[in-house]
């Protein structure tokens, strides 16, 4: 069964407008990695945050972690059409070589 | 190679048919992983190999899947007697030795689609 879920399932915005994706996890991690996918295919790796860690950013993305929430959050600032794809959360375990995956949200970004 | 490579990037088959996927990982990552993305869904772990060994085979679900990876590079999953609930994407991964804070790289991924 998947670790995560993101929330919400969908989203749709207005070019330039932020975008903020939420994901819940079950059971401690060792990091949690946002990925990106378009058209059902290959996922790109975004951004990995420790467990040791609050906040990251990289370009236009911001990740938040609390792990006594067990949540995270990942915010793409001034959005593009170009960022219109599928977004996960994935968690790797204490000791775990795998990822376990979230539903994912479905972005649209609206020229 | 560039990237991680998978082949064929669609295949239909016959329910009841053997099918091999193969996917060929970036060079130098001992850590190879398998997915199954079905449509609407995230991707399901399926199995982990360091080097040639199946480090973790927990995700794949049942004797009909098999995987090897004889070589430590290029890895092929393997699945018998195909039923029409195996169509999916599956997605190949690797990264660098496994270890816990490294990015996965992943494949565009094989189409299956069983008839």
């Known amino acids: 069964s998947q670790q995560g879920e993101e929330d919400p399932q969908a989203l749709s915005i207005q070019e330039g407008e932020n975008a903020t994706m939420n994901c819940s996890y079950k059971t401690s991690i060792n990091n949690l990695q946002w990925y990106r996918q378009n058209s059902g295919r290959g996922l790109v790796h975004l951004i990995l945050?420790?467990?040791?860690?609050r906040e990251k950013h990289s370009g236009r993305l911001r990740v938040t972690l609390d792990t006594s929430k067990k949540s995270s959050s990942l915010l793409i600032t001034a959005s593009r059409a170009a960022d219109t794809a599928s977004y996960f959360c994935a968690t790797r375990g204490p000791g775990a070589n795998n990822l376990f995956f979230g539903t994912g949200t479905r972005l649209t970004v609206i020229p | 190679g560039a990237g991680v490579s998978q082949t064929p990037s669609n295949k239909v088959t016959e329910k009841g048919k053997y099918v091999e996927l193969r996917c060929d990982p970036i060079s130098g990552h001992t850590a190879l992983y398998w997915y199954r993305q079905s449509l609407g869904q995230g991707p399901e772990f399926l199995i982990y190999f360091q080097g040639t060994g199946a480090a973790d085979d927990s995700g794949l679900p049942n004797d009909r899947f098999f995987a090897v990876r004889p070589e430590g590079s290029v890895s092929t999953l393997k699945i018998q007697r195909t039923e029409r609930g195996d169509s999916a994407v599956y997605l190949c991964a690797s990264s660098f030795q496994g270890t816990a804070n490294t990015e996965a790289f992943f494949g565009q991924g094989t189409r299956l689609t069983v008839v």
């Open positions: 945050i420790r467990s040791n860690e």
